[in-house]
């Protein structure tokens, strides 16, 4: 069986990826696409004819990685680790800053953030990690290091650019995959307490003014009406006045006007409530948990750890970037400029998702492939495949 | 490494892999529900958030900014002569990158608008950006001309000015806006919510009477070389304010460039200690409330001590003089002995009852609170008697006036026509009206106020000279001087009241009756006939009628010089 699948050719290990999976990122992409039309005024340019051309690029990414070796992707995943650790204390030496902040690397004529690189490579590294260690020893202390390291290095570094969404997202989504590689429920406890403790710390030793600054206009955005509570209070306003069925498409006032900044990029959910109203909403949250629920279906099924791992890791960054954001503009969080994924305008974000999604589709394609270590997500152990 | 053998002995043992396959499906279990929920928990919020919530904007902060975008209200005054409106104009802007021969356009633009900078031209046209502004609010013949040019890379925005047509004219009743249109003195902000919703506002005032006013205020300002010259008019029968004038005053087109000291409104946004024109108020309570005739006679042979008190008068007749004379020669000691038979408390009670130390809100922008004794005993009464002690707003003060020789009743001064305002109340009554008019055209006829007379018509009044009080200290050189006249007596019209700080009669520090009196004078020489009041010659008059000396200082600007008087 296992020689079948090494020799399936590479068109029909494309041919052979999860379409419904598929069809329900487009119809958010398509869906995403028609807010930044209408974004930029009922017209393409220039954010919904951009973005398409990304979309484009990153279906071929999606084939590609589909058509990929699962075993190429194993072993490509400390190596891939270690360069984003390398590019990002490249970034804090010698990075673009752009905002206030150093994100960015130039490479060559284009901008890399090799904070979203880090994203996608912490997942394959933390998947691998568990890959190698069987279920009965990953809640030992010994065995807890290592994977902790991994994901405080880039925590620290991102803090430090400052790009306090993506270090929180790194850290929650890391730790989400401990969760699901079957650490002991207290190690979850003893964290949680642990980061209680820590947020009076973080407060004064690890916080810029302008993070302090937005965190206190969350938790008061009417102080300040005008200044850092802007965002929100806008935000606000125009979800509030939205109501059912919204004002219709092109029908905002608070965007179209202008009150509303970042309406294309972080802010996008605000422009969709206010033209689709309540129902808007209930569409692109019930499309996202359909995405969400046929990834983890797929990770369910993958006689290997690691793919399954690396879906886990995939699920849960499409999740806390569409939460984190959602709550963001509810105001339910501090303005931390996390974009909605596969809808809020922006190169790097899109192309990093629709990467993710491609190592999904990777995982469902190579589901059957055993490879040597622990038990995959099914349960049913391999072989030893490589070995 | 010490588990590594354990580990291997695992691979060997198909039953202990049962176990955590249960646990990994209830953490996936776990996780999925963890998502579900939260999205779930958050279309609540949103429906929270658009319905229940029904989100209100905090402050108005929205609701000014979405009527940037409406055409502002106009203001006119009560004949319905517009006093201030919005235009559209154009605002010329380039796009530097479209521009194709820089020199070609800087020498066409500058051929339309030949004042401009053609260095600083040029510099803008070749910057980077993709929008630079060149100018702001053009006519719209500029912007046609400009337009006509036919240069590719230029554009206009349409904006919205404030415009004053009369320009300093109403200077401090209509105050000005900011640069978002928004109303930040004058009525254009005590009136801005009905006006930032597109709603018009009608005034009380009079341009006509306006202008008369501010004419003879200007005139006396050069001529007395004071300060500060400023008035106010008022019809009794309805407590309109039909003119407002407090000089130095401001373009409102350009209000950002007044010095600080033009935009002070004197009348209603200062309190003064006002003088010897407060005697009309111990008159008025004498003979309301003691029944006392204008004819009683009082001790004014010698000035009053009380403690380190010393009440004397500076032209003292030194005898006994009756309540009309105590009044015609403005008796300090005379009005300290009368309200000396008042009762405590007594006096404040009649002040109060016309709203003299009221803070009257009638839709300046700028109001003052009356200062009072925080002792009022008897040598407060005696000296607030003659309007020493006390200072009262120039409104309050007018209104009050208007009251004791109107019809006695109590009008709430209005500056705006269309607003509700509190119903008429009865001070003092009608006999005691005639009896103060009389008193009044006395002053005029044979008192201090000599210098108020116009020929033909029947004008009463009441002269005041106030020392200033400067840290303390009353100034014997300084003088605030007024004068309260009434036009005409039998039926009173206006009554105004005009106020000069630290004018000069020649080189006298100039007092109620040598400034202010004139001032009045000129005043209704302009007014009356605007009125329709007709003079009435008698007889024994010369048949030649003097001419008002016309004199019009209107728009000019006057500058000022501040820097030498400080």
């Not at chain 1, 590294?125 to 290095?153: D, N």
């Not at chain 2, 050069?222 to 029968?237: C, F, L, N, Q």
């Not at chain 2, 200690?273 to 009309?280: D, I, Q, R, V």
């Not at chain 2, 329709?532 to 006057?558: C, K, N, W």
């Amino acid at each position: 069986m296992e020689s079948v699948q090494i020799r399936r050719s590479l068109m029909t290990r494309m041919m052979q990826i999860h379409w419904p999976l598929l069809a329900v990122m487009c119809l958010i992409i398509f869906y995403g696409s028609l807010l930044l039309y209408d974004a930029a005024g009922s017209s393409l340019d220039p954010y919904a004819d951009r973005q398409m051309v990304r979309f484009v690029f990153g279906l071929g990414v999606i084939f590609g990685l589909a058509a990929l070796d699962v075993k190429t992707i194993f072993r490509l995943a400390y190596p891939l680790y270690g360069i984003s650790l390398v590019l990002l204390i490249l970034v804090e030496l010698k990075g673009h800053t752009a905002m206030g902040a150093t994100r960015w690397l130039n490479i060559g004529g284009f901008r890399l953030q090799p904070s979203e690189m880090m994203k996608v490579a912490l997942i394959l590294a933390l998947a691998r990690y568990y890959h190698m260690r069987p279920l009965g020893v990953v809640s030992k202390i010994p065995y807890l290091i290592p994977p902790l390291l991994m994901m405080l290095v880039p925590f620290i570094l991102t803090v430090k650019q400052p790009d306090l969404g993506t270090a929180l997202l790194l850290g929650m989504m890391g730790t989400g995959i401990m969760f699901a590689a079957g650490v002991s429920w207290k190690f979850f406890a003893l964290l949680i307490g642990g980061g209680m403790a820590a947020i009076p710390v973080g407060w004064e030793f690890f916080l810029r003014s302008y993070q302090k600054q937005r965190i206190l206009t969350f938790l008061d955005p009417e102080a300040d009406p005008l200044g850092a509570g802007y965002h929100i209070m806008q935000s606000k306003i125009a979800i509030g006045s939205a109501g059912v069925w919204g004002k219709g498409f092109g029908g905002g006032t608070q965007a179209h006007l202008k009150f509303l900044p970042e309406k294309h990029t972080d802010f996008i959910f605000t422009l969709m409530t206010e033209d689709f109203g309540m129902i808007g909403a209930l569409i692109l949250i019930s499309l996202y948990l359909l995405l969400m629920f046929l990834c983890l279906d797929v990770a369910l099924r993958c006689r290997n750890q690691f793919s399954g791992l690396m879906v886990i890791g995939v699920v849960l960054t499409v999740f806390l970037y569409a939460f984190i954001n959602m709550c963001m503009v509810m105001g339910l969080m501090p303005v931390v400029g996390v974009p909605l994924p596969f809808v809020s305008y922006g190169g790097t974000a899109l192309l990093t998702l629709m990467l993710g999604i491609g190592l999904v589709m990777n995982a469902y394609v190579n589901k059957d492939v055993n490879l040597p270590g622990a038990a995959g997500l099914s349960g049913v152990r391999g072989g030893g495949f490589i070995r | 490494m010490t588990y590594r053998p354990r580990a291997r002995r695992l691979d060997n043992k198909p039953k202990v892999q049962q176990k955590p396959c249960a646990g990994i499906k209830l953490r996936a279990a776990f996780v999925m529900g963890l998502f579900v929920m939260a999205f779930c928990g958050l279309q609540v919020k949103l429906v929270t958030l658009g319905m229940l919530d029904g989100y209100e904007p905090a402050g108005n902060t929205i609701q000014t900014r979405l009527s940037a975008d409406m055409r502002r209200g106009d203001i006119y005054d009560r004949n319905g002569e517009l006093l201030a409106t919005t235009l559209n104009t154009y605002s010329l802007y380039a796009d530097p990158k479209t521009i194709m021969d820089v020199g070609e356009a800087v020498t066409k633009i500058a051929g339309v608008l030949p004042d401009m900078d053609t260095t600083i031209l040029r510099d803008r046209l070749r910057r980077k950006g993709r929008f630079v502004w060149l100018r702001r609010n053009l006519t719209p013949q500029q912007a046609w001309q400009i337009n006509a040019l036919g240069l590719p890379g230029l554009g206009f925005r349409q904006e919205m000015a404030r415009v004053y047509p009369h320009q300093s004219l109403l200077a401090h009743a209509l105050g000005s806006v900011n640069n978002e249109g928004q109303g930040i003195a004058g009525v254009e902000a005590t009136e801005e919510e009905r006006l930032s919703q597109g709603q018009d506002v009608h005034l009380a005032l009079d341009v006509r009477l306006q202008q008369a006013l501010r004419d003879s205020l200007m005139e006396t300002l050069v001529k007395t070389r004071a300060k500060a010259v400023w008035g106010i008019s008022m019809e009794p029968d309805t407590g309109e304010i039909v003119a407002a004038v407090s000089l130095p005053d401001f373009d409102p087109n350009h209000y950002g460039s007044a010095h600080e000291e033009q935009w002070l409104n004197r009348i209603s946004g200062g309190v003064y200690e006002m003088g010897s024109t407060f005697k009309l108020f111990t008159a008025a309570e004498m003979m309301d409330r003691k029944g006392v005739s204008p004819d009683q006679a009082y001790d004014c042979t010698s000035s009053i001590s009380i403690g380190r008190f010393r009440i004397h008068d500076p032209y003292p007749k030194s005898r006994w003089l009756t309540l009309t004379e105590i009044l015609r020669y403005s008796s300090n000691i005379g009005a300290a002995r009368m309200a000396d038979t008042l009762d405590e408390g007594e006096q404040k009670r009649f002040l109060d009852e016309l709203h003299l130390l009221d803070r009257t809100d009638v839709g300046f922008s700028h109001v003052a609170t009356a200062l009072t004794p925080q002792r009022w005993k008897r040598i407060q009464t005696m000296t607030i008697a003659f309007g020493h002690g006390i200072a009262v707003s120039p409104v309050n003060m007018v209104a009050a006036v208007s009251t004791l020789v109107g019809d006695g009743n109590w009008r709430e001064p209005s500056l705006i026509r269309d607003r509700a305002h509190a119903a008429p109340q009865r001070v003092v009554k009608p006999a005691t009206v005639e009896r103060m008019r009389n008193i009044m055209r006395d002053v005029v006829e044979n008192g201090t106020a000599t210098r108020a007379k116009v020929l033909g018509y029947d004008i009463g009044g009441k002269t005041g000279t106030a020392e200033k009080n400067e840290n303390g200290a009353y100034l014997k050189d300084k003088h605030l001087a007024s004068f309260v006249g009434v036009v005409p007596l039998d039926k009173p019209r206006l009554v105004t009241l005009i106020m000069v700080d630290e004018g000069y009669d020649g080189e006298k520090p100039g007092g109620g009756g040598s400034v202010a009196a004139p001032a009045f004078a000129s005043f209704v020489r302009r007014a009356a006939p605007i009125l329709g009041i007709t003079p009435q010659i008698t007889g024994d008059m010369p048949l030649v009628a003097e001419h008002p000396r016309v004199q019009r200082v209107g728009y000019e600007t006057v500058s000022f010089n501040w820097g030498a008087r400080r």
